[in-house]
């Protein structure tokens, strides 16, 4: 059983007999009266948000999800699909399941695909992934410590703020929670 002491982010719990994975949440004391915790989840099955408010010492069953080692193969009109290496069994999930994780996909990358009751549901991504700039205004030398920032265009279609000495050609390296710039990568 799950209580809401062991909540944190990216836990997977059933709520009212559906899976549900925890995107925030926070504890709150009041003052007066009893401690609850406000919690954003995410259905596992259809996507959906839901925010909810829980009491304190409530409890939640753990769902039967299994992950599995899955390469990202390509994506089709069907949706992305995914490739078991161990016995080439495929599985295509569609962009309304995966979210933001289309984002940060490239063919070839190693991922692991949430299955629930044996039905692929999810995508659990690294904590980062490094990816090239496709597009942006021409850098500048000199321009390594200022604060400033212009944006860029990554070779999967997403757009990130990154510092003004960054070309076309970089390899970046980006938050794939907060979809942010951590670093430039040298790949030598």
Known sequence: MIETSDFRKGLNLLVDGEPFTIVDFQHVKPG?????TRTKLRNLITGQNLERTIKSGEKFGEPDIVFKDMDYLYKDDNGYNFMDPADY?????????????TNYLLEGMKTKVCF????AVGLDLPVSVNLK???TDPGFKGNTVTGTF??????????VQVPLHTNVGDTLKIDTETGEYKERVNLK
């Open 32 to 36: 007066k009266g009893n401690q609850f």
């Open 89 to 101: 069994n495929q599985v295509t999930l569609n962009k309304e399941v995966l979210g933001d994780a």
């Open 116 to 119: 629930y009751n044996e039905r």
């Open 133 to 135: 700039v496709v597009a």
């Open 150 to 159: 212009k944006p860029a265009t990554l070779e999967t279609g997403l757009v």
